[in-house]
């Protein structure tokens, strides 16, 4: 192990460096505090995977290698073409998940890096789709991802694919959360204030990304600092939930009515009013699609 040139991150691996006796690294992905993503060539399977590693200095960190032992669980089952597929979970000699490859970039940098001027309506409206086919299974399974966000989703030529399960949690309903992880832009109400979570939580992080690309980028509410002397920094980031955010199509003129009502149903602050469920999204988004005007 030694640190890669063009970083200053801690303990990242080079390429070229044997993880196990099985996986290779060949580039370096991504990563925040915690953990680094590699692309890896494994032997046994003769394909590239990817590969999720704790930073060395969180190895000691029980909470933190439970974890990496529960997303690895949690993705060795999830089998659906929208979601990230896992493959197995080691904590030695290095604590990692090892998954399925995904080519493409990321929603963020696709469209709000790149040339989002470039799709149309439909297209976005076809990720949204796609999205609630991830969420629909994944809560079939008996999971919320609760961290659903334009950079924890895989864009490849119009194929979405949902990944990025380090906040997700099996789910049981009257479950309030352990933490409000998550990203607080694609938050809701109830993941912020740790109130009772559901379906309908996920449904609010679609509801954003889905309100991000129909507009270019906007956010639906606005983020705020919050006095709190139990952070570092003296503050929390939160959403002001307090106004009802702009219909879509006042930002884009190509939105039609039907789809800027189904957009802002999906972010109802209020957990009952909102679109309950990522099926019941679905089915709005694709008669949304067919009342194209
Ligand atoms: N299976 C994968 N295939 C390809 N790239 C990936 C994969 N998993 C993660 N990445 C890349 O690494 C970045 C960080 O991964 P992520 O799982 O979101 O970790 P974090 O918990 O740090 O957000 C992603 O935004 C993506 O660019
Ligand atoms: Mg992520």
């Not at 063009?6 to 990563?31: A, C, K, M, Q």
């Not at 990321?106 to 969420?135: K, M, R």
């Not at 957009?263 to 679905?282: C, F, M, V």
């Amino acid at each position: 192990m030694s640190a890669s040139k063009n970083s200053t991150r801690y303990g990242v691996f080079d390429p070229g460096f044997r993880i196990d006796d099985d996986l290779t690294v060949i580039e370096h992905l991504g990563g925040s505090r915690k953990v680094d993503i590699y692309l890896c060539r494994s032997k046994s399977r003769k394909e590239l995977v990817a590969c999720k590693v704790l930073n060395a200095r969180f190895t000691i960190d029980f909470s933190s290698l439970e974890a990496v032992m529960e997303e690895g669980e949690i993705l060795s089952v999830m089998r659906h073409p929208n979601v990230i597929a896992g493959y197995d979970v080691e904590l030695e000699p290095y604590p990692r998940v090892i998954m399925e490859y995904l080519g493409g970039q990321t929603i963020s940098t696709t469209f709000f890096q790149g040339n989002w001027e470039a799709f149309d309506v439909e297209d976005f409206v076809n990720i949204g789709i796609q999205l609630c086919d991830a969420l629909e299974y994944i809560h079939s399974r008996g999971y919320v991802h609760l961290d659903v966000k334009p950079s924890n989703v895989m864009y490849d030529d119009g194929d979405v694919t949902l990944f990025d399960f380090s906040v997700a949690e099996e789910y049981t309903p009257e479950d309030t959360l352990r933490d409000n992880a998550g990203t607080v832009e694609y938050m809701a109400p109830e993941q912020t204030y740790r109130r009772e979570i559901g379906h309908a939580t996920d449904v609010f992080g679609v509801g954003v990304v889905l309100y991000e690309l129909l507009t270019g980028g906007e956010l639906p509410f606005p983020v705020i600092r919050i006095e709190d002397s139990d952070e570092r920094r003296g503050y929390r980031r939160e959403l002001d939930y307090s106004e009802r955010p702009a219909a879509p199509s006042q930002h884009n003129p190509k939105i039609w009515p039907d789809l800027d009502s189904v957009a802002l149903q999906a972010i109802e602050t209020e957990y009952d009013l909102r679109i309950q469920t990522p099926k019941a999204l679905r089915i709005a988004l694709a008669s949304a699609l067919e009342r194209q005007t």
